[in-house]
């Protein structure tokens, strides 16, 4: 079973900037789409940036000209650079996998948890 490792999570002020990477343990065969999720305490987990085999990208709203998600297609690799970070931005990140073709099941990390004082 390949495993999503994350990293680059921890603590930042307003306005900093983090880079989240996530790499996959072994080959993803086919097409998939990689991104982020996150979960705020108390909040269910969200979307916030995908992209496919093909670099689309979408962005939630509320990242939107902030964050930039990345692919590596070679590793497999998927970061997601966050720039003016806000306090809201507070929550444990998810690196994500969804495999279109052939379908199978989606893949998650364990987390990590991104921080932001204001």
């Known amino acids: 079973q390949v495993q999503l490792v994350e990293s680059g999570g921890g603590l930042a002020q307003a306005g900093d900037s983090l880079t989240l990477s996530c790499v996959a343990s072994?080959?993803?065969?086919?097409?998939?789409?990689m991104g982020w999720y996150r979960q705020a305490p108390g909040n269910r987990r969200e979307l916030v940036a995908t992209v496919t085999d093909m670099g689309s990208t979408t962005y939630a709203d509320s990242v939107k000209g902030r964050f930039t998600v990345s692919r590596d297609v070679a590793k497999p690799e998927v970061k997601l650079q966050m720039n003016s970070l806000k306090a809201e931005d507070t929550a444990v990140y998810y690196c994500?996998?969804?495999?279109?073709?052939?379908?199978?099941?989606?893949?998650w990390g364990q987390g990590t948890q991104v921080t932001v004082s204001s």
């Open positions: 994500h996998v969804h495999r279109v073709v052939p379908s199978a099941g989606d893949l």
């Open positions: 072994g080959s993803i065969f086919g097409r998939y789409i």
